[in-house]
């Protein structure tokens, strides 16, 4: 049965709106990737455990920053207060769907490979931990269609797993070079 979605207060987003009285969160990458992940913490009343989990945030919003930030993020500070915070979504797993993309993107590790599926897209390098073995591998990914597969490009089926992002040091005990 499906869950139904929780309407989004306008009271909840008034406080998450409330971020941005503090300008400092928009001056680089590493401010405003705590300033979401801190406001998304101390909220768990609004965002619960299988939110976090459906958008893969359980884990992102534990590692340390400055190991994973990307060089060169894919969306731009200056547009981020009208992006994030001009229009109110309708429920909260859209909010949360929101910000949970935005933290991806600011820790998204490209692999410069095209996606062999849908050829849309270029697939991402993550680290996929199996829910029945704990074990870890770093897997390639697909964000448009979700295609994932391994290193040597055969088609990755390890079935439920959580997705963790990948950071540069662990990237070269693999001699993974990113994009
Ligand atoms: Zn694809």
Redesign the pocket.
Known sequence: MEKQQKSLESFTWEKFKSLQNNPDIFKNYYNYFFALSNWIKQNPDVVDYDMLSIYRLNKLLNIDVKLYLTEQPEISLISEPKRMFSRKPETVESLVMRIGDTLWDLVKRRSGKD?P?????ELNYVIAESIATEEKEIILE?D????TEKKDGSKWVGGLANIFPINKEEAKLESIVFK
């Open positions: 996606c599926n849908c050829k849309d897209d697909c448009s269609c979700g295609w």
